[in-house]
């Protein structure tokens, strides 16, 4: 009996210690991507992505999606930090898919992001980006 309850205690030990290892990996993820854009940091962002990553958005002209990079690429200029706090607000890990809701504040609004993540060859990355600009 005390085998068994010691290989359920190592077997459970070794299962948190993955998922936590997990978790930390996709919150430095996204991590580069809310530093990089609060930092105008377009390389530090780009770590956080995979290179097909889409972003999908209500705009001005209704539904659009466009290539996450390639979009960040070339709004992102080099200038002082940006006046937004940021904040992960869940990250939800199944295996090796992942999804986290942020929340970047700005002084009139507020960026509600869900990310859809990807352990692709070890590494968490951004496939899918939705968001929401919420107005206060």
């Not at 780009?46 to 958005?57: D, G, I, L, P, Q």
């Not at 001005?60 to 999606?65: A, L, Q, S, V």
């Not at 939800?92 to 352990?119: C, H, Q, V, W």
């Amino acid at each position: 009996m005390r085998i068994l309850l010691f290989l359920l205690a190592i077997t459970t030990f070794t299962f948190s210690s993955a998922q936590e290892s997990d978790y930390q990996l996709v919150e430095q993820t996204v991590n580069y991507y809310l530093d990089g854009g609060t930092n105008n940091d377009f390389e530090t962002l780009k770590k956080a992505f995979h290179e097909n990553a889409t972003m999908k958005f209500i705009g001005k002209e209704g539904y659009r999606e466009v290539n996450a990079l390639e979009f960040f690429g070339k709004g992102m200029k080099p200038g002082p930090k940006q006046d937004r706090k940021t904040r992960i607000a869940d990250i939800t890990i199944s295996g090796n898919a992942a999804n986290a809701r942020l929340e970047i504040e700005y002084p009139t609004f507020t960026f509600i992001d869900f990310m859809n993540l990807l352990k692709i060859d070890g590494e968490w990355k951004i496939v899918n980006k939705i968001f929401y600009r919420k107005t206060d």
